[in-house]
């Protein structure tokens, strides 16, 4: 079935950069998402990539996707202290067409 | 808009008790999403609906659990009886389409005691 993993926890320091891994299973999956859950809230849609491309970049996002290996990143350039938080990834399944969602990756970032 | 608007934020109540969180929608979304979050799972999606009608309820644990949508800017989410492995933030969000962007409410922080 589909699964998405993504490591656990992820400390930087302020003005560092935060790069945010993930793994998925589903290669039918034709976009892959990044969401951003602030405590106390719900989750918010930060970016997207479509499934035929590498590489998306949005202000101090960048997403890179290698297909070959089902390997999602998310690099934040110039962290602040206002971008801690969980980081979930998803894909979109082929089969279901339901969003399947990563165990998310909690960003500290230290001043 | 508003967003998706969730009802109780927090509700804390005793092992037995039903329990009902409340969804509103955003207008024109057609697809509503009710998902469970724990530190131990994760985000679990446990039914969606499309136009009023439940879909995909795979994911609802049990019997205990029922969802319904009765018009399109109203949704509920009913555990009876509730268990205290039942304590998890309940989001419920709404799309205009069932994978692409998922506008989530605030959730509903659930206590089981």
């Known amino acids: 079935g589909e699964d998405v993993e993504q490591s656990l926890f992820l400390s930087v320091r302020e003005g560092d950069s935060s790069v945010i891994n993930c793994t998925y299973t589903?290669?039918?999956?034709?976009?892959l998402y990044w969401y951003k859950q602030e405590p106390g809230a719900g989750l918010q849609l930060l970016t997207y990539?479509?499934?035929?491309?590498d590489m998306k970049q949005d202000q101090r996002l960048t997403v890179l996707l290698n297909k070959k290996d089902k390997h999602l990143s998310l690099r934040i350039a110039d962290t602040q202290t206002g971008d801690s938080a969980i980081y979930f990834c998803?894909?979109?399944?082929?089969?279901?067409?339901?969003?399947?969602f990563g165990t998310g990756t909690l960003l500290a970032v230290q001043p | 808009d508003a967003g998706v608007i969730q009802s109780p934020r927090h509700e804390v109540t005793e092992m037995g008790q039903e329990v009902t969180l409340r969804c509103k929608p955003i207008?024109?979304?057609?697809?509503l999403f009710w998902y469970r979050q724990t530190m131990m799972r994760g985000l679990e999606l446990l039914i969606y609906?499309?136009?009023?009608?439940?879909?995909?309820d795979s994911g609802m644990p049990e019997d205990r659990f029922s969802a319904k949508m009765p018009n399109a800017s109203f949704s509920t989410l009913k555990i009876q009886p509730s268990e205290p492995r039942d304590s998890a933030v309940y989001f419920c969000?709404?799309?205009?389409?069932?994978?692409?962007?998922?506008?989530f409410g605030e959730g509903s922080r659930l206590t089981v005691l």
């Open positions: 969000a709404s799309s205009p389409t069932p994978s692409g962007e998922l506008f």
């Open positions: 589903d290669s039918s999956s034709t976009y």
């Open positions: 990539i479509f499934s035929n491309m």
């Open positions: 998803a894909e979109s399944s082929g089969a279901t067409n339901k969003l399947i």
């Open positions: 207008s024109g979304h057609d697809y």
């Open positions: 609906f499309n136009n009023n009608v439940p879909i995909d």
